[in-house]
């Protein structure tokens, strides 16, 4: 199994920036894939963006192109997501997740979840 632990959420203020780690660890040569979705309340789970280890490809969604970035520390086994020009919309948790798939972007293509971390963006 893979464990993941997210950690760098907060509160920040509109304009703003985060980064969110991501550790993974156990059996991390079954990952090809680690991601991150967010959930807002009332809300259905949303992916946010993933980073394929095997392709070295990144999918984002629409809703953050642009604005973030995730990128990977192959020594650490760890996936970062920077938050750059925040707003309130983005407030949610926020979730890590690794794949078995080299492509993934569903939840139901993740086999590992994280606790998931809250991110709160103030007007």
Do not use: H
């Amino acid at each position: 199994q893979v464990q993941l632990v997210e950690s760098g959420g907060g509160l920040v203020q509109a304009g703003g920036s985060l980064r969110l780690s991501c550790a993974a660890s156990g059996r991390t040569g079954s990952m090809y894939a680690m991601g991150w979705f967010r959930q807002a309340p009332g809300k259905e789970r949303e992916f946010v963006a993933s980073y394929s280890w095997s392709r070295g490809t990144i999918y984002n969604s629409d809703s953050v192109k642009g604005r973030w970035t995730i990128y990977r520390d192959n020594a650490k086994n760890t996936v970062y997501l920077q938050m750059d020009s925040l707003n309130p919309e983005d407030t949610a948790i926020y979730y890590c997740a690794a794949s078995p798939n080299d492509i993934a972007t569903k939840p139901y293509e993740f086999d590992a979840w994280g606790q998931g971390i809250q991110v709160t963006v103030a007007s």
